[in-house]
């Protein structure tokens, strides 16, 4: 078992690239191998040890590795991209593409997150115990399939396009979801227990479940009567017909 | 400045060079007889040496590029390189930035590539990347296959306005040959519709895709263009297309090349040597084309090799696009060129399991290694449109060790077995064939084989040298060691400059562009330009001063002069 505890040495105002803070960086590294991670601030290269404190006890391979990170992150990108293993725990806030690229391990945050959490992310668990912002589980400019599996779980709110070109995978929002939410998505599952509007536009595939209200229907679904699901019965829809989409929208 | 290459194991067809020990003297950026003893000396130690790679076909600037950047921004995210004291930064992999072009072809040893399709109207366009891509010399294909005045010409059958009106195309595109993209067919895709053959009339202007190949060739041999027209067949993208293919190289018989070299390319062969009547009896009849190629003279074609992952399609072509993106679901650009053309852009991913990529993957490989003159293919992969220009050396490999394609035959769906010859194919081709479909057969193709190419006497001083010993290799066996030799030239000379050592770029100095200037009696210009002013009044939505390319478009020119009236040569 390794847990690795990274506190901010100072107030950081300009973003940081930080793909290297990631269970499968940090696996059987020592405190001086971390320190001596690059990470880019701005247009300025430095290194994790100029920005952060970092203390390491004991030593494992990515699956035994626990990151714990405390103190306000607000600034720092891309924490946890592309990990296949392990724990990340953040106790604050953090800035855009959190847990991107992510095939496997769990990263929990205490705080609220930025746009694009969960970006493309393949396996694994995220959970957010504050608000999202937009694009969360979405895929970057142009890509075709988003978050294609794992699990993401918000117990605040999200913005806007939350699992945008979705195509597999489970998104659960318990608060209020922006506009959008599921827009062209091609598969997976979204929960959402608050209020949105236009869920579900372009989707080819895919169920989105609303237990709130939505403040406006695309008009391009298909009435399919009530269903129940989970002991709920809810209006069902099937749609985007303009795509042909086979995709299935739950309202309540 | 003086350069001495010793040592190489030279490989230059053109010259019936085939791996003997030469020394190569290099003085002011061409190859001489010799050199003093001052010349600073590379010594190749046994290693490859071919003359600097050549690209006959090529999408590499121009507005379809562009609008495959733009609706690409995920493309963009790969292959990013930051920028060096010497490099800009690289960024893309199907349509890389203009930096990037010049780099990872340099990378890889080549010197000069040509864009394989401008329309005139957008050509100022083509000309201001072209002036960004380091490195390499570059020259771009005009498009005349669909234009008003060409199918008014040659309803009219007169030939003496339709060389008048290409000479002048060819100078206001700053172009370098024709390029005749489904004739007829952009025409009529302004209308939402398609030519179905050789035959067919084109409402309107009472034309047959036949009667514009015909015509174009010969006005192509009236003017002595330097290269022949280069033609993207009718009906490409259609299953049962090879007949049309066929048809069409027959047309090259009814005209006489005026030049040692072919008087019809037909282009990217991948996608139009498909048999069957649809999507589910689809099969390769790539093994026709090469027969026809054996038996015939004056038809030349090029790969357009298929390769596995991700490619975005990018053609004037604009009705195969339409159909492309309905049938995949996928992301669609469609253009409209006013009197000239159409266009469209379509990203395609190319898996190793749908029966449809894996027999077109078969096509190209079946082309080359079928025909035996290796004059007549040469080795592309219609960049971006099979894939990606970086991917030539897997190419290479693949021609070479029959091993690795009975390995890549095992990783593809079952219908490569049934529907395509390639699992018979034992056939392994040698560097002689290799320096000829990517040297000497492409510059031969273009009609550049004065200054590019080979390595005689006069030629351009644009060489590669590869970290493989031939005479100590056996590609068959050891292609992975062939393939990342291609990927990273040990050096590329330049115009007698050391651009690339050791796979990492050393200097950028900035390619030519080369255009043709063909000149035609004034008064037959003078007549055939009260039609296009005519034009441009009527119709066109900009006036013909804003059309032209003008000189300060291309700062880095070689003119050649062609021309219905012999040229004395200062």
């Known amino acids: 078992m390794q847990t690795v505890t990274i506190k901010p040495k100072k107030e950081i105002r300009i973003s940081v690239e930080a793909e290297n803070i990631s269970p499968d960086k940090f696996a059987g590294k020592t405190e001086k191998d971390i320190l001596s991670m690059e990470a880019w601030m701005g247009n300025h290269k430095t290194t994790l040890g100029e920005l952060f404190s970092v203390m390491v006890e004991g030593s494992g391979p990515a699956a035994d590795t626990k990151i714990v990170m405390d103190g306000d992150f607000s600034r720092i990108k891309r924490i946890g991209e592309g990990m296949t293993a392990g724990l990340i725990m953040i106790k604050g806030n953090v800035d855009m593409h959190l847990g991107a690229k992510m095939s496997g391990g769990k990263i929990s945050v205490t705080g609220n997150v930025d746009s694009w959490a969960g970006r493309e992310m393949k396996g694994g668990e995220l959970i957010i115990e504050g608000n999202a912002a937009y694009y969360l589980g979405a895929g970057y400019r142009g890509e075709t399939c988003g978050m294609r599996g794992g699990k993401i779980t918000v117990l605040g709110s999200a913005l806007d396009f939350l699992g945008e070109h979705m195509c597999g995978g489970e998104i659960i929002v318990k608060g209020n979801a922006g506009i959008l939410p599921g827009l062209s998505n091609n598969g997976g599952k979204i929960v959402i227990e608050g209020n949105t509007s236009r869920p579900g536009s372009e989707m080819a595939k895919g169920t989105i479940i609303v237990n709130g209200t939505v403040d406006e229907m695309m008009p391009v679904f298909k009435a399919e009567g009530t269903e129940a699901v989970d002991g709920i019965t809810y209006r069902k829809y099937t749609g985007d017909v303009i795509v042909n989409g086979k995709g299935v929208l739950y309202v309540k | ?570």
Not at chain 2, 121 to 150: V, Y
Not at chain 2, 479 to 498: D, L, M, N, R
Request: glycine share 8%.
């Open chain 2, 1 to 570: 400045m003086e350069l001495l290459i010793k040592n190489g194991a030279v490989y230059d067809p053109f010259n019936g060079i085939a791996g003997d020990k030469t020394d190569i003297s290099i003085k002011d950026g061409k190859i001489v007889d010799k050199v003093s003893s001052s010349a600073s000396v590379i010594d190749a130690g046994g290693r490859l040496v071919m003359s600097g790679g050549v690209d006959a076909h090529s999408h590499i600037a121009g507005a379809k590029v562009n609008v495959g950047r733009i609706m690409r921004p995920e493309d963009t995210r790969s292959g990013i390189k930051p920028r060096t004291k010497i490099t800009r930064p690289y960024t893309g992999y199907t349509v890389p930035n203009v930096y990037a072009m010049g780099y990872r072809y340099a990378q890889m040893g080549y010197t000069t590539v040509f864009e394989a399709a401008q329309a005139i109207m957008k050509a100022r366009h083509t000309h201001e990347e072209l002036e960004e891509i380091p490195i390499i010399d570059k020259g771009a294909l005009t498009l005349f296959g669909s234009n008003w005045p060409t199918m008014d010409y040659v309803r009219e059958k007169n030939m003496d306005k339709l060389a008048a009106y290409v000479a002048w195309g060819l100078l206001a595109s700053r172009g370098f040959g024709i390029k005749c993209v489904n004739p007829g067919g952009g025409e009529m895709w302004g209308f939402g519709k398609n030519v179905t053959g050789l035959d067919d009339v084109v409402p309107n202007f009472d034309v047959t895709p036949a009667q514009i190949i015909v015509s174009l060739m010969k006005a192509n041999e009236m003017l002595g263009l330097p290269h022949s027209v280069h033609l993207h067949c009718n009906n490409l993208g259609k299953p049962g297309n090879y007949k049309t293919t066929l048809a069409s190289m027959e047309l090259a018989k009814q005209v006489k090349p005026s030049k040692d070299r072919q008087v019809l390319h037909v282009t990217h062969i991948t996608f139009n040597c498909w048999g069957g009547t649809n999507w589910g009896d689809f099969e390769s009849k790539a093994d026709e084309i090469a027969n026809y190629l054996n038996n015939s003279e004056n038809v030349t074609t090029d790969m357009g090799q298929l390769i596995f992952g991700s490619a975005t399609t990018m053609t004037a072509d604009g009705p195969v696009q339409y159909a492309n993106a309905k049938l995949l679901h996928a992301k669609w650009a469609n253009g409209d060129v006013e009197l000239e053309d159409a266009s469209g852009v379509v990203p395609i991913f190319y898996a190793r399991q749908v029966s449809i990529h894996a027999i077109m993957w078969a096509m190209g490989l079946e082309l080359a290694l079928l025909t035996k003159d290796p004059y007549k293919v040469l080795l592309t992969t219609d960049h971006p449109n099979g894939g990606p220009f970086v991917n030539y050396p897997e190419v290479i490999a693949l021609l070479m060790s029959n091993k690795k394609r009975q390995e890549e035959i095992k990783t593809l769906h079952e219908a490569v077995h049934k529907r395509t010859k390639i699992p018979g194919i034992e056939r392994e081709l040698d560097f002689n064939d290799i320096a000829i479909m990517t040297r000497a057969g492409s510059a031969k193709v273009l009609g550049l084989l004065d200054t590019k190419g080979h390595l005689g006497v006069g030629a351009d001083a644009d060489i590669s040298i590869y970290d493989i010993k031939p005479d100590q290799i056996d590609p068959s066996v050891e292609h992975a060691k062939i393939k990342s030799a291609f990927q990273s030239a040990a050096y590329t000379i330049k115009g007698g400059e050391v651009v690339v050592k050791d796979g990492q770029i050393t200097a950028t100095p900035m390619g030519r562009t080369f255009w043709v200037d063909a000149t035609v009696p004034e008064e037959q210009t003078e007549i055939m330009m009260k039609d296009i002013r005519m034009k441009f009044k009527n119709y066109y939505s900009i006036s013909l001063a804003n059309y032209m390319v003008q000189d300060a478009y291309v700062t880095h020119p070689k003119v050649v002069k062609a021309g219905v009236i012999p040229v004395e040569v200062s």
